[in-house]
Every structure is written in C-alpha cells, then in structure tokens.
C-alpha cells in the first residue's frame, strides 16, 4: 500500500504526463460525503460522488460504484441491475489490497493500481448530468475536478477502464 500523499502525487503526475486539464484543491481530510458537498469550491455544476466498493459473496468478482450523493444505495437494487446476486460492501481489507488506498479515499483513480482489472467501475448515469465531475485523488485530503467530457473520454480510456452504466436508481 502506498501513503496517501504519494499515491495523491503518482496520479497527478500521471494526469500532468497525459496531458489531461483537471482543477486542483486541497482541503481539511474529508471523510464524508456531506462535507465534500460542503467545500467551498463545489456548486451544483459538480458532482460529488458516492464511491461504494462492493463484491460477490463470493468475493472473486468487485465492483467500483458511482452515485450521486442524494441516491439512497440499496444493495438489491444494484445486484440486480448488475445481474449479480448477493452483492455486498467488500471487506475492510479489500480496499489496501486491491487499490493500495485507505478508507476514506477511495476513487476510480485509484483503479490506476488495479493493475489486474479485478473492479468493474459502475456508475448511476445521472451523475453525467453536471458539467463537471470531481474526485479525490487517492487522499481525502485533496480534490481534483474534471469536466464530464475530460473524465469520461480521457481519464477512463488512460487507465483501461471500461464502465457499466446502470439506469437510474430508485
């Protein structure tokens, strides 16, 4: 696993090298999704996501979920938009394993360290819907700001990432 500043400095240095425009800010440590919706620097033209790690019972297929911060997260609902059943939360130990990360910072930038692609990123389709979309850059203690079109078009396709869209959910 690495420190949160130095896999916050190893994406934004692989932002910078590919070229991708992105605003940056650091902040107090955010834990929350209330107090990323609480910056100062976020209005409605952002979205903040909730980024929930889930996984099989099995826990040999995991999955990266984007919502937007208002969509309740009813674990049957996703199951079976997914077409997998009996998702849950992954384990604790999940997330330093796969991701290198820590509670608190997890992001799809940190698929960067799924080197193996063992996260399929799943996002609700209504978080497109702003013109910009921001994430912490594996450390809670900083943002990064994309607009849709940079995330989705550049960020995603750099790191190998192909999503699932799912349909809104109730």
């Known amino acids: 696993m690495c420190a949160q500043s130095s896999c916050k400095q190893e994406i934004l240095d692989l932002l910078t090298h590919h070229q991708i425009p992105f605003s940056y800010h650091e902040h107090e440590r955010a834990f929350t999704i209330q107090q ?3 910056m100062p620097f976020i209005d409605q033209s952002i979205t903040i996501c909730k980024n929930i790690l889930l996984c099989n019972r099995q826990q040999t297929a995991y999955y990266l979920m984007l919502l937007r911060p208002t969509t309740a997260f009813k674990t049957a609902v996703v199951s079976k938009a997914l077409g997998v059943s009996r998702l849950s939360f992954a384990p604790s130990d999940a997330l330093p394993a796969l ?8 992001s799809p930038l940190g698929l960067y360290y799924d080197s193996d692609h063992a996260i399929t990123l799943c996002y609700e389709r209504s978080i497109k819907e702003s013109p910009a979309i921001a994430f912490h850059p594996c450390d809670n203690s900083s943002t ?8 989705w078009q550049q960020v ?4 190998g990432v192909h999503p699932i869209e799912l349909e809104p959910l109730p």
């Open 156 to 159: 995603l396709p750099m790191l």
């Open 99 to 106: 991701l290198h990360l820590t509670s608190g910072s997890l």
């Open 144 to 151: 990064v700001i994309f607009s849709q079109d940079v995330f």
């Open 36 to 38: 990323c919706l609480d």
